[in-house]
């Protein structure tokens, strides 16, 4: 593990070892990079990605916390929450037994801005880095009150052609369609992607597969139970709206990420710890 920081004086924290390559900006504990050995990189970042203190990166895998989407009453606090552009700390760095490399990030109860989140809370993340990753999002209520707690691995997945994926796992299941105004839609069959995509599938506990028959892989996303799974495609307006998405960039990537993003938020009880757990894997 190295730490290298840019003419931005942004930190990033660079793992290699005999499984793969990764990198993650201490801003967010944010995943930017992961390379499994003799494949090629599983996570999309946009070309046009700025790294620059306090905004958000396109790409890797943003953590956001302790909501999802717009603040439902704070018009201007930051869309899905602040956790992705406060400077976290690395508490550990640890090699496995296996050959992996497991770091432990918090992020400070100074950088949670008091007029957002006056609760005694901590976040820490640990991300295990091999042939597969994981990422547990750990957030631990020191408070004397309950929290309810909106949040999302938001990862972006890197595809050849995203007219050319179809997501497996998600059939039957109940989904907002935030496209169209958050109507509650069932599944038919794979997902695929035609336009712009937003859905917050509900309570979707199987695995689900990224199949790339271009790049002649499929990625899988295992996830525990309790968390719903956003899937995500900005397509042509949309990403030209965003500004930082790059030329063509919404062809190359689609979001698919382990969420608490609407009815299934977490209330946290006084001293309880609540664990968001995703792996992905190859095949
Ligand atoms: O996860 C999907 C989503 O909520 C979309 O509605 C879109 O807003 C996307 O997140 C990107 O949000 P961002 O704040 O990163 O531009």
Same mark, same amino acid.
């Not at 730490?3 to 990198?23: M, T, Y």
């Given at each position: 593990?190295?730490?290298?920081?840019?003419?931005?004086?942004?930190? =990033?924290?660079?793992?290699?070892?005999?499984?793969?390559?990764?990198?993650?900006?201490? @801003?967010?504990?944010?995943?930017?990079?992961? &390379?499994?050995?003799? $494949?090629?990189?599983?996570?999309?970042?946009?070309?046009?990605?700025?790294?620059?203190?306090?905004?958000?990166?396109?790409?890797?895998?943003? &953590?956001?916390?302790?909501?999802?989407?717009? =603040?439902?009453?704070?018009?201007?606090?930051?869309? =899905?929450?602040?956790?992705?552009?406060?400077?976290? $700390?690395?508490?550990?760095?640890?090699?496995?037994?296996?050959?992996?490399? @497991?770091?432990?990030?918090?992020?400070?109860?100074?950088?949670?801005?008091?007029?957002?989140?006056?609760?005694?809370?901590?976040?820490?993340?640990?991300?295990?880095?091999?042939? =597969?990753?994981?990422?547990?999002?750990?957030?631990?209520? %020191?408070?004397?009150?309950?929290?309810?707690?909106?949040?999302? %691995?938001?990862?972006?997945?890197?595809?050849?052609?995203?007219?050319?994926?179809?997501? %497996?796992?998600?059939?039957?299941?109940?989904?907002?369609?935030?496209?169209?105004?958050?109507?509650?839609?069932?599944?038919?069959?794979?997902?695929?992607?035609?336009?712009?995509?937003?859905?917050?599938?509900?309570?979707?506990?199987?695995?689900?597969?990224?199949?790339?028959?271009?790049?002649?892989?499929?990625?899988?996303?295992?996830?525990?139970?309790?968390?719903?799974?956003? &899937?995500?495609?900005?397509?042509?307006?949309?990403?030209?709206?965003?500004?930082?998405?790059?030329?063509?960039?919404?062809?190359?990537? &689609?979001?698919?990420?382990?969420?608490?993003?609407?009815?299934?938020?977490?209330?946290?009880?006084?001293?309880?710890?609540?664990?968001?757990?995703?792996?992905?894997?190859?095949?």
């Amino acid at each position: 593990v190295s730490f290298c920081q840019d003419s931005n004086g942004f930190i =990033h924290v660079d793992v290699n070892n005999p499984w793969a390559s990764a990198r993650i900006a201490l @801003q967010g504990a944010q995943l930017t990079s992961w &390379v499994p050995k003799g $494949e090629e990189p599983v996570i999309w970042l946009s070309k046009e990605a700025s790294f620059l203190k306090g905004k958000s990166i396109r790409g890797g895998a943003p &953590v956001c916390w302790p909501w999802f989407g717009p =603040h439902e009453s704070q018009g201007d606090f930051p869309a =899905h929450g602040f956790a992705r552009t406060a400077l976290w $700390e690395i508490l550990r760095v640890e090699t496995q037994t296996d050959g992996t490399t @497991q770091l432990t990030f918090l992020l400070p109860e100074t950088a949670f801005p008091k007029n957002q989140w006056p609760y005694a809370t901590t976040l820490k993340s640990h991300i295990t880095i091999g042939s =597969h990753l994981e990422v547990d999002l750990v957030t631990h209520n %020191l408070g004397s009150q309950p929290i309810i707690i909106g949040q999302a %691995l938001h990862t972006y997945f890197r595809v050849e052609d995203v007219r050319t994926v179809r997501l %497996l796992g998600l059939e039957e299941c109940i989904y907002l369609d935030k496209v169209e105004g958050g109507d509650r839609k069932v599944q038919k069959g794979s997902v695929n992607f035609t336009q712009e995509t937003d859905r917050i599938y509900l309570g979707a506990t199987q695995d689900i597969l990224i199949e790339d028959p271009l790049m002649k892989r499929q990625i899988r996303i295992t996830k525990n139970g309790s968390a719903s799974t956003v &899937v995500w495609n900005p397509w042509i307006e949309k990403s030209a709206k965003l500004g930082d998405m790059g030329e063509e960039g919404y062809l190359h990537m &689609v979001c698919v990420e382990n969420a608490n993003a609407a009815e299934d938020m977490i209330t946290l009880a006084p001293g309880a710890e609540h664990h968001l757990w995703v792996r992905y894997s190859i095949l």
